[in-house]
Nanobody
Framework: QVQLVESGGGLVQPGGSLTLSCVASGRTIDDAAMAWFRQSPGKEREFVAA????????LYADIVKDRFTISRDNAKNTVWLQMSSLKPEDTAVYYC???????????????WGQGTQVTVSS
């Protein structure tokens, strides 16, 4: 069973930057992709970005494509989400997820972290 632990959330001013981390333990070769999703109150959980452990291919939501970067370190079993030019609408709980396929649908991911709060406010 994969366990995911996120960290790095916090309060940041509009236009600022923040990097989230997710450490995965217990993953197998079937757990081929990692993703970040986010959820704000009253909204559905939405896809942010995803990456494959092998090869590093990435996938982004259009709304973050030019501002966020997902990366991974296979040796450290860690995935990062570098966020820049943050906007108040980026405020949400950010979750990392593990699954067999790199997809945009949260139901396609099997394992989830506990989430980390990101608040963008002046």
């Amino acid at each position: 069973q994969v366990q995911l632990v996120e960290s790095g959330g916090g309060l940041v001013q509009p236009g600022g930057s923040l990097t989230l981390s997710c450490v995965a333990s217990g993953r197998t070769i079937d757990d081929a992709a990692m993703a970040w999703f986010r959820q704000s109150p009253g909204k559905e959980r939405e896809f942010v970005a995803a990456i494959r452990w092998i090869g590093g291919r990435t996938l982004y939501a259009d709304i973050v494509k030019d501002r966020f970067t997902i990366s991974r370190d296979n040796a450290k079993n860690t995935v990062w989400l570098q966020m820049s030019s943050l906007k108040p609408e980026d405020t949400a709980v950010y979750y990392c997820a593990s699954g067999s396929y790199m997809r945009r649908i949260f139901n396609d991911y099997t394992y989830w972290g506990q989430g980390t709060q990101v608040t963008v406010s002046s």
